[in-house]
């Protein structure tokens, strides 16, 4: 009877078997979809209620000020990860930007809130998801038994994009039905609703892992990320190439709003819309990248091209559907990118190298979000939202001409990554994404 009860126990989802987990694991989803609600929300409440001139400075301006954080305090997090327990970390987060955003829900209660208190909110926010989200990483082998890590570490990593298409969703509606005050509301709702649940949890010490195949533990192990690329050069020019792409990809969080407003005419519907068709395609590419044949940088010039092709048709033929569509199909080939890239630099940089190599590499990738949301922002305020598709196709051609030229990992690259262990990447070892879901994560 005891071995049947546990037997089926064992059947159900681990967020509904391990209470624990459950609880963090909606944390997670509460947070990552109250700060993409937050971000996807005050862009159209600046470009559509807030700003007349210079919409697209302003927009640009919040994106980059929303990006920002996971970027600067990348060495500050990682030691308050390391140093600090995981638990105070999470409710801190979360009790410090649901108090935030409140606050700003009763200055909106009254009227418009001045835009330096959205700027100031959204600041507030991105500074605590650049905490909550890598503590939850490293915090699942507190919460779950051994057996369970990659099952955790799945649920964790398909939620991201879900919590964050959800929010992305419901932004632009909430603005248009409730305004500022009723965004913000949520969202503190959201968050303090997500402290109160990590409150509840107990996590259980952390086991430092033993020692395999004569690798010692610590941090003497790893090299610098320098070191890293210099023994592997054709990792070194394929980030080059992306990091150029990411400045023209991520550009879209800017020409979204900017393209509802002035070609299309539209509302927080249209916003929802063309934010759903970008979400549904990375998702959609994340399920199948693996199963997208071809050699990873070829295919990568590929689909580059092809997320051209779709700016391009963007520029050529203004239309909510042919938009979504678009969206659809370069979100599709981003989330295609992201997979077949991450399993590359899986099996090419050494086990011992790869936190700091994902860490250093998501900041690198990630730094040119604020760079391209600026850019573009001032760009949308002399040139029509279309022509800012056309400059994004144009942006990605030379990019995706580069990366065709570059000659695959060699023989000695794939020795490298071998080399010093035969331990197997754990499923919760880092992973990067490479654009366009928010620059989160």
Known sequence: MTATIARQRRELPLVLRNRSFGAVWLGQVLTQAAVRMFQ???????????????????????????????????????RAVSRLAHRSVLRTAAATAGAAVLLLALVAYGGAPPTVAAYAATLVLASCQAF?????????????????????????????????????????????????????AGC??????????????????????????????????????????????????ILVCFTAANLFTTAVFVVIPLYTKSELGGGGS??????????????????????????????GACLLAVMAAAFTVAYLVAGRLVLAG??????????????????LFQRLVPPADKPAFFAVMQAVLGASF??????????GDHLPARTLCLVQAAGLVPAAIALALLRGPSAD????????????????????EFVATGGER
């Open 413 to 432: 690259d794939r020795e490298r990554g071998r080399a010093g262990t035969n331990r197997q990447p754990r499923p919760s070892d880092p992973a990067p």
């Open 188 to 237: 503190a709702a959201a968050y303090l609703a997500a402290a109160l649940l990590v409150t509840t949890v107990r996590f259980r010490p952390a086991v430092a892992p033993e020692p395999q195949d004569g690798v010692e533990s610590g941090a003497g192990t790893a090299r610098g990320l320098r070191q890293v690329l210099a023994g592997l050069p054709a990792i070194r020019k």
């Open 370 to 379: 604020p760079v391209a949301s600026l850019l573009f922002g001032l760009l």
């Open 132 to 184: 909550f989200d890598p503590c939850l990483t490293t915090s699942v082998p507190e919460l779950v038994d051994d057996a369970d890590i990659e099952a955790a570490t799945g649920f964790e990593l398909s939620t991201q994009s879900l919590a964050s298409l959800g929010g992305a969703l419901l932004g632009a509606l909430v603005v248009d039905a409730a305004g500022m005050a009723g965004l913000a």
């Open 270 to 299: 249209t916003v929802a819309l063309l934010e759903a068709g970008l979400g549904t395609g990375t998702l959609l590419g994340s399920i199948t990248g693996a199963r997208v044949p071809g050699r990873p940088t070829r295919l």
């Open 326 to 343: 678009c969206l659809v199909v370069a979100g599709w080939c981003v989330g295609v990118i992201g997979v077949r890239f991450v399993a």
């Open 40 to 78: 996807v929300g005050v862009s159209w409440w600046l470009v559509a209620y807030a700003v007349g001139a210079g919409r697209g400075l302003a927009s640009g301006l919040f994106m980059a000020v929303s990006t920002l954080p996971a970027v600067a305090l990348a060495p500050l997090v990682a």
